[in-house]
């Protein structure tokens, strides 16, 4: 039995939300990981790079950097062509499979 369910939950689909996050706007990683953080996606920052970095080799997302008016240059991410297609896979693919879920693990499931 998995002894901590939500932490699974959260490693399946965090990618995802990087991703639907970054099709909205280009974000730089801190801006990432405060909207991260405060949903409970990932505990800390130290978890966002280590995704960003493989999300890059896999050609999803691409970095860049600008100027910042209050401060150093910031290295902002943005989604790739190959990152939105990803992604609307990954949408296509969710309400079927959380409906299934939800049918079968609900409170109301009728079983």
């Known amino acids: 039995m998995v002894a901590d369910v939500g932490t699974q939950l959260r490693k399946g689909v965090v990618e ?3 991703l ?11 801006e990432l990981s405060e909207r991260l953080v405060a949903s409970g996606l990932i505990a800390s920052i130290g978890t966002l790079y280590p995704m960003l970095a493989r999300l890059r080799s896999q050609g999803l ?11 150093p240059v910031r290295k ?4 790739t062509d190959q990152g939105e297609a990803q ?3 990954f949408r296509l693919q969710w309400a079927p499979f959380a409906a299934t879920v939800d049918q079968l693990v609900g409170k109301d499931s009728g079983s």
């Open 16 to 18: 995802f939300c990087v």
């Open 20 to 30: 639907g996050l970054l099709s909205r706007q280009a974000m730089y990683g801190w």
């Open 61 to 71: 997302v691409t970095a860049y950097d600008e100027a910042s008016a209050s401060g």
């Open 76 to 79: 902002y991410y943005r989604l």
């Open 87 to 89: 992604l609307e896979s």
